[in-house]
């Protein structure tokens, strides 16, 4: 496997300690996760021996059983699934149609509007939790997957994200000549810049997906009933029934990162990919 | 020479292109009002008015189920005359800096090594390092407070091998910080690097290659070019883990199973998010809460004027 060839990498050989540093670093980076496998297969009993087990134990489908009785953990990760997927998608179509106007569109005000949405990145959300909630409970929202969904779909970063490729990526000479030909803006939109921009939406809303499914804080505010809990909560709640046995919540937290290991075999690279194409680069 | 165009910037972002010289009626004039309504309403309601709104609560002595008394600033009297907020401030400052320094001095050497023209297995190395970043803070605090476990926990069992005591990281102040900091650490110095990487790949290989003929080894190379090229990302990367650190909430909750709102028995690692929480939602305290917000704000005022103050020093010397 060889990355492919970018502009200004290092030139000469690479040293022998470059490998050892790497390792290290890639080791640090896996073991936890292969450490929470083996305490989720093994009995409390075998996981608290010390020299510990290196081979999964064939406890798992025990502490499965425990995980289902104390939490609903398969509605559970079907809620993150429903929630992360609904934020993923929709930041990736809803920041697309807006990069669009901001970058193909001419408006009153677009210029000022635009300068809000990159003003507004500046203002942290997460302090204001306690006037959210309020707002949650006006609603009638509490305890709702939509409290999770509705304000993960507002993402100015991803906004300004989709107006610097689609700027970069669709010439205004092919908006308009699909506009002689007739198409209307919608009609652009769908049929010449969203296929092109697609690549770069599908990152965005990977990033929306991961962030979303291992959200916390906002979740353990407003969520309150056992079959809505996402599966960062079940795992919470699986804590709390600790004297149960030591591998619960261990087990939780591996059902948990399971799904998310699994779409990063598939599609890691395009993340990887898409932080290297530098989000950040003015 | 990479800028950083990135949350936090208060800068001016570039002049949009020059419209399309199309001529549109009105109905399509208003479409792209449409296109962009979406983010300005969910914004204004689920973000911008509450973030207003905390400003308001914390002058009440305010109970979601009781009484909403005026009070003026006696919420930010109280705060400031309140060990516990102090308390929680320096235990949010203490892990933020045992988090940073290690992750940002990690990043710079990982992303010089893996910017290297014919490093094998490239991928491999970058796909690992994003690993911790896919694993969720829960998962990743129960992972981590069961290795650093006082009786069953690997990392004492392999300090008992050398012959070192126990130690108990979860009740001890500075042993709090330094697992939480492990888990801050461990989860973002991948993604860190990856980012490094990206502002270093827009350095010429030219450079390195001059570089390497007029002699320079490993270590010069890595002084004179990889770390001042990389100067902007880098106060940017210290801004958001800032605001990252201010916010740190998950990890004190969930490693001490007895005490889990105070993290532990004397507070030793509650964090300013995590008293905020304690005083909203297990105090039902809104207005007290709600002050804790806007200490919060100004923190990061404070921050982001400090980095775009840096960026401008910057800027100024090129």
Redesign the interface.
Same mark, same amino acid.
């Given at each position: 496997?060889?990355?492919p *060839?970018?502009?200004?990498?290092?030139?000469?050989?690479?040293?022998w300690w470059?490998y050892l540093?790497?390792t290290a670093?890639?080791v *640090?980076?896996?073991f936890?996760?292969y450490?929470?496998f083996i305490?989720a297969t093994t009995d409390t009993a075998t996981?608290?021996r010390?020299?510990?087990e290196v081979v999964p134990g064939g406890n798992f489908f025990h502490l499965l059983g425990l995980v289902l009785e104390t939490v609903p953990f398969i509605q559970a990760l079907l809620n993150s699934l429903v929630v992360a997927t609904a934020i993923g998608v929709g930041q990736a179509v809803?920041?697309a149609?807006?990069g669009?106007?901001?970058?193909?569109?001419?408006?009153p005000g677009?210029?000022a509007?635009? &300068?809000?949405?990159?003003l507004?990145?500046?203002?942290?959300?997460?302090?204001?939790?306690?006037?959210?909630?309020?707002?949650m409970?006006t609603l009638g929202w509490v305890d709702t997957l939509q409290a999770l969904v509705?304000?993960g779909? *507002?993402?100015?970063?991803g906004? $300004?994200w989709m107006?610097q490729h689609i700027?970069a990526t669709i010439s205004?000479e092919l908006?308009?000549a699909a506009?002689i030909d007739g198409a209307?803006?919608?009609q652009v939109?769908w049929r010449i810049a969203f296929p092109i921009v697609r690549p770069a939406a599908f990152v965005l809303g990977l990033f929306g997906f991961?962030t979303a499914?291992?959200d916390?804080?906002w979740p353990f505010?407003v969520l309150k009933s056992p079959e809505r809990y996402t599966?960062?909560i079940a795992?919470?709640a699986l804590?709390n029934s600790?004297d149960v046995d030591?591998g619960l919540?261990?087990s939780?937290?591996?059902l948990?990162?399971i799904p998310?290991?699994v779409? $990063?075999v598939l599609v890691?690279?395009r993340?990887?990919a898409g932080? &290297?194409?530098?989000a $950040?680069?003015? | 020479m990479s800028t950083v165009a990135a949350p936090l910037t208060l800068e001016r972002p570039a002049a949009p292109p020059p419209t399309p010289g199309v001529t549109r009626g009105w109905g399509e004039r208003l479409s792209a009002y449409a296109y962009i309504a979406p983010f300005f309403v969910i914004f204004a309601v689920f973000g911008l008015f509450p973030f207003a709104f905390t400003f308001y609560v914390a002058l009440f002595d305010w109970n979601p189920i009781g009484d909403q008394v005026f009070i003026g600033a006696d919420n930010f009297t109280r705060m400031l005359g309140d060990p516990r907020f102090w308390n929680a401030a320096g235990n949010t400052v203490s892990i933020w800096a045992l988090s940073t320094v290690p992750q940002l001095l990690l990043a710079l050497v990982l992303a010089h090594v893996l910017n290297h023209a014919r490093l094998r297995f490239a991928l491999f190395f970058r796909m690992s390092m994003l690993v911790p970043y896919i694993t969720s803070v829960a998962a990743t605090a129960i992972v981590f407070a069961q290795l650093f476990d006082r009786d069953y926990g690997l990392l004492n069992w392999l300090l008992g091998l050398v012959g070192v005591a126990p130690v108990d990281f979860v009740q001890s102040t500075w042993g709090s910080h330094v697992l939480i900091a492990t888990m801050v650490t461990w989860r973002w110095f991948g993604y860190t690097t990856l980012l490094y990487l990206a502002s270093l790949q827009a350095v010429p290989r030219a450079v390195y290659e001059a570089a390497a003929i007029d002699g320079a080894g490993a270590w010069q190379q890595f002084r004179h070019i990889t770390v001042p090229s990389l100067r902007p990302v880098i106060i940017f990367t210290v801004v958001t883990s800032t605001i990252g650190g201010l916010q740190i909430f998950t990890e004190p909750l969930l490693i001490a199973t007895g005490a889990p709102l105070t993290c532990g028995a004397v507070r030793q690692c509650q964090t300013l998010t995590l008293f905020l929480y304690e005083q909203g939602f297990g105090e039902f305290a809104f207005g007290y809460g709600s002050a804790i917000g806007v200490a919060l704000f100004v923190m990061i005022v404070v921050i982001a004027a400090i980095n775009y103050l840096l960026s401008a020093r910057i800027r100024a010397d090129r």
């Open positions: 496997m060889t990355a *060839a970018t502009r200004g990498r290092r030139p000469g050989r690479v040293r470059t540093l790497l670093a890639t *640090a980076c896996l936890p996760l450490w929470m305490v996981a608290t010390m020299p510990p809803l920041c149609l807006a669009f106007a901001f970058a193909k569109l001419s408006f677009r210029n509007l635009f &300068l809000v949405v990159v507004t990145m500046t203002v942290p959300t997460q302090l204001s939790v306690i006037p959210q909630y309020m707002i409970s509705v304000p779909l *507002a993402s100015a970063f906004i $300004f107006r700027t205004d908006v308009q506009t209307n803006t919608w939109f991961v499914w291992n916390f804080l505010i599966a960062q795992i919470k804590q600790y030591l919540a261990m939780g937290s591996f948990a990162t998310l290991v779409l $990063f890691g690279r993340m990887v932080i &290297l194409d530098g $950040f680069k003015g | -």
